[in-house]
T-cell receptor
Framework: EDKVVQSPLSLVVHEGDTVTLNCSYE??????LLWYKQEKKAPTFLFML????IEKKSGRLSSILDKKELFSILNITATQTGDSAVYLC?????????FGAGTQVVVTP | GAVVSQHPSRVICKSGTSVKIECRSL??????MFWYRQFPKQSLMLMAT?????????EQGVEKDKFLINHASLTLSTLTVTSAHPEDSSFYIC????????????????FGPGTRLTVL
């Protein structure tokens, strides 16, 4: 059975800290791995990774995919209170996305 | 670009009534749209895949007669929750895949803002 597992489920950090979120997967016909940020409404797209070992970076956020070990990490450096959200990992296969349970990040001032 | 709208954003209805939710891709064509449901503090669960001009494909455990999906054009899909009951109260989110990106093999989906359904 296909699965996408995110860890930790939640964490609380202080402003300025760095957080690392994990996503491991077992999915047949893997095509891509996507990271989304969800605040109060629908998810907003962060990154899509298709090739192993290539780091995608946008400002303080970066992500890397390891297709051999079947996982991805999302890093957020110099966290701000505006980074507080649920971060969702999704794996694309057979034309669909399968989501993990998400990691809730709370950044305190 | 890649904007998806949903209407309504919030709806409250009585038990037994039907509710229609619209999902539109505003600046791109989407041959495929997806409908998700999200319960509080849970992740998105795919309900069905909506294909323009053909019948929707439902995930296991989702009643096709209760959740009617119509994808009549390349920019519009609708989800109708028939005879809604309180247990159908949830956050319903649609997403759309750009027809051109899908042809290139990409899985990226653009999400609408969601519809919060409350059934009394």
């Amino acid at each position: 059975e296909d699965k996408v597992v995110q860890s930790p489920l939640s964490l609380v950090v202080h402003e300025g800290d760095t957080v690392t979120l994990n996503c491991s997967y077992e999915v047949t016909n893997f095509r891509s791995l996507l990271w989304y940020k969800q605040e109060k409404k629908a998810p907003t797209f962060l990154f899509m990774l298709t090739s192993s070992g290539i780091e995608k970076k946008s400002g303080r956020l970066s992500s890397i995919l390891d297709k051999k070990e079947l996982f991805s990490i999302l890093n957020i450096t110099a966290t701000q209170t505006g980074d507080s959200a649920v971060y969702l990992c999704a794996v694309g296969s057979w034309g669909k996305l399968q989501f993990g349970a998400g990691t809730q990040v709370v950044v305190t001032p | 670009g890649a904007v998806v709208s949903q209407h309504p954003s919030r709806v409250i209805c009585k038990s037994g009534t039907s509710v229609k939710i619209e999902c539109r891709s505003l600046d791109f064509q989407a041959t495929t749209m997806f409908w998700y449901r999200q319960f509080p503090k849970q992740s998105l669960m795919l309900m069905a895949t909506s294909n323009e001009g053909s019948k929707a494909t439902y995930e296991q455990g989702v009643e096709k007669d209760k959740f009617l999906i119509n994808h009549a054009s390349l920019t519009l899909s609708t989800l109708t929750v028939t005879s809604a009951h309180p247990e159908d109260s949830s956050f319903y989110i649609c997403s759309a895949r750009d027809r051109l990106q899908a042809g290139a093999g990409y899985n990226e989906q653009f999400f609408g803002p969601g519809t919060r359904l409350t059934v009394l």
